[in-house]
C-alpha cells in the first residue's frame, strides 16, 4: 500500500508568480484535503476535493485553486504569489465517510521571495 | 480565530515519567477531537481521537481526556519514550464540519533517556 506523496519536496518562487503543487492520494482513497502550515502554527485547512469536486473550502483566497483527478491524486495552484504564502503545504487523504482518519503527506516547502 | 490552542510551544520530560500535553478549544459546536504525531520532515499522522460522547479514551500507552465544561482536552503518554519526541498537535471538528478540521498550533515534546 502507497502513502501519501507530495512534490516537489521544496520550491522557491517571486512574488506574483505562479505555483503548482502535487500530491498522490493513498491507494484507494478518494478525498484529499489541502492544508497551509505557517511557521510556528498549526495546519489550516485550505480545501477538500471529494470525486474530483471541491466538497468544502477554509478561509482562503480565490487565487488558492485545486484540482482532483480521476486517480484521485491532485493539485493545489495558487496564482498572485505573495510573501505570506511563504509555509508548508501539506496534502492529506482520506476515504469518504472516515474523513477523520486521513494520512497526511510529508508537505511540500514553499518559500515565497 | 485561533478556535484550537495549545498554549505550551514545548514540553520536556524523562523517559519513563508521564508526558501531559493540552489543548483548549472554544468552539462548543466541536463534538470529535483527534491528536496528531508529527516528526521532521513527515506529515502529522493520526494518534488517537475522542468523540464529546466520552470523557476519555484510552489506546496503549496513549490517553485522550475531554472536559467539555472546560473546553479542554488532554493527552497522557504514560510511561514516556524517546521515540514519542515529536510535535503533537490537537484539532477539532464540528457535526457536519468534517470537511474543516481546526489545529491548534502544536506543543513540542522531547523524551529524555
Known amino acids: 500500500e502507497t502513502g501519501v506523496t507530495q512534490s516537489p519536496t521544496h520550491l522557491i518562487k517571486t512574488r506574483g508568480q505562479q505555483v503548482t503543487l502535487r500530491c498522490s492520494s493513498q491507494?484507494?482513497?478518494?478525498?484529499v484535503s489541502w492544508y497551509q502550515q505557517a511557521l510556528g502554527q498549526g495546519p489550516q485547512f485550505i480545501f477538500q476535493?471529494?470525486?474530483?469536486?471541491?466538497?468544502g473550502r477554509g478561509n482562503f483566497p480565490p487565487r488558492f485553486s485545486g484540482l482532483q483527478f480521476p486517480n484521485y491524486s491532485s493539485e493545489l495552484n495558487v496564482n498572485a504569489l505573495e510573501l505570506d504564502d511563504s509555509a508548508l503545504y501539506l496534502c492529506?487523504?482520506?476515504?469518504?465517510?472516515?474523513?477523520?482518519?486521513?494520512?497526511f503527506g510529508p508537505g511540500t516547502r514553499l518559500t515565497v521571495t | 480565530d485561533q478556535q484550537v490552542k495549545q498554549n505550551s510551544p514545548s514540553l520536556s520530560v524523562q523517559e519513563g515519567r508521564i508526558s501531559i500535553l493540552n489543548c483548549d478549544y472554544t468552539n462548543s459546536m466541536f463534538d470529535y477531537f483527534l491528536w496528531y504525531k508529527k516528526y521532521p520532515a513527515e506529515g502529522p499522522t493520526f494518534l488517537i481521537s475522542?468523540?464529546?460522547?466520552?470523557d476519555k479514551n484510552e489506546d496503549g500507552r496513549f490517553t485522550v481526556f475531554l472536559n467539555k465544561s472546560a473546553k479542554h482536552l488532554s493527552l497522557h503518554i504514560v510511561p514516556s519514550q524517546p521515540g514519542d519526541s515529536a510535535v503533537y498537535f490537537c484539532?477539532?471538528?464540528?457535526?457536519?464540519?468534517?470537511?474543516?478540521?481546526?489545529f491548534g498550533a502544536g506543543t513540542r515534546l522531547t523524551v529524555k533517556p
Open positions: 476535493y471529494y470525486r474530483e469536486e471541491e466538497n
Open positions: 492529506a487523504s482520506s476515504l469518504s465517510g472516515t474523513i477523520y482518519e486521513q494520512y
Open positions: 484539532a477539532a471538528s464540528a457535526p457536519g464540519g468534517w470537511d474543516d478540521m481546526r
Open positions: 475522542i468523540s464529546s460522547i466520552k
Open positions: 491507494s484507494g482513497h478518494n478525498t
